[in-house]
Nanobody, 126 residues
Framework: QVQLVESGGGSVQSGGSLRLSCAAS?????MGWFRQAPGKEREKVAT???????TYADSVKGRFTMSQDKSKNTVYLQMNSLKPEDTALYYC???????????????????????WGQGTQVTVSS
């Protein structure tokens, strides 16, 4: 049974930092962080491939950094310069890559994620 255990959420003031962690029960090509705020659709925040290629939502580029420790099957999301609009429930997700004929490589679109954690709340106050 796949398990994704998130930790590190909490409350912080605007401009502060938090670090999220997600420990997976196995090794997956795609790992990602998603978030959902009340009344809004789920948003892909960041992804990382087994090879270490990362992608970020435009809204977090330059502020968030996703990394991994493959020896621990754990991924991290370092969040700096947090803003009130970053407030959301953050989910860790995992899945297999999807091959892109156009790019001739495996990618991690949202449809590639099959497994989800329970979520950890991040609240940023102004």
């Amino acid at each position: 049974q796949v398990q994704l255990v998130e930790s590190g959420g909490g409350s912080v003031q605007s401009g502060g930092s938090l670090r999220l962690s997600c420990a997976a029960s196995g090794d997956y090509y795609c790992m990602g962080w998603f978030r959902q705020a009340p009344g809004k659709e789920r948003e892909k925040v960041a992804t990382i491939t087994r090879g270490g290629i990362t992608t970020y939502a435009d809204s977090v580029k330059g502020r968030f950094t996703m990394s991994q420790d493959k020896s621990k099957n754990t991924v991290y999301l370092q969040m700096n310069s947090l803003k009130p609009e970053d407030t959301a429930l953050y989910y860790c997700a995992a899945g297999r890559g999807q091959y892109s004929n156009r790019l001739r490589r495996f990618e991690c679109p949202e449809s590639a994620f099959d497994y989800w954690g329970q979520g950890t709340q991040v609240t940023v106050s102004s």
